[in-house]
Nanobody, 116 residues
Framework: QVQLVESGGGLVQAGGSLRLSCVASGTIFSINVMGWYRQAPGKQRELVAQITRGGNTIYADSVKGRFTISRDNAKNTVYLQMNNLKPEDTAVYYC??????????WGQGTQVTVSS
């Protein structure tokens, strides 16, 4: 089992920045991919960014050039630096990990609200 605790969400004006953090605990040796999804009201949950243990990253087209994902394997933590935020980035952001046996775990989510 893996437990995930997110922090760093909040309210920010358009053009501002936020940094999300997610700390993993439990069977952490099995974690391969760490990432962030988001879900806006009335929309499906979508991938924002993910990073493998080796540092390979994938980003949604909508956040490329504005968001940066990173991880600290020693601290079992994944970060999402979000710059130049837009109102359309408003959503609940969920941390997720995928283990080496392809089991996926989710955090409880943190609200990000961007005002125009």
């Amino acid at each position: 089992q893996v437990q995930l605790v997110e922090s760093g969400g909040g309210l920010v004006q358009a053009g501002g920045s936020l940094r999300l953090s997610c700390v993993a605990s439990g069977t952490i040796f099995s974690i391969n991919v760490m990432g962030w999804y988001r879900q806006a009201p009335g929309k499906q949950r979508e991938l924002v960014a993910q990073i493998t243990r080796g540092g390979n990253t994938i980003y949604a087209d909508s956040v490329k050039g504005r968001f940066t994902i990173s991880r600290d394997n020693a601290k079992n933590t994944v970060y999402l630096q979000m710059n130049n935020l837009k109102p359309e980035d408003t959503a609940v952001y969920y941390c997720t990990v995928v283990t080496i046996i392809s089991k996926q775990y989710w955090g409880q989510g943190t609200q990000v609200t961007v005002s125009s």
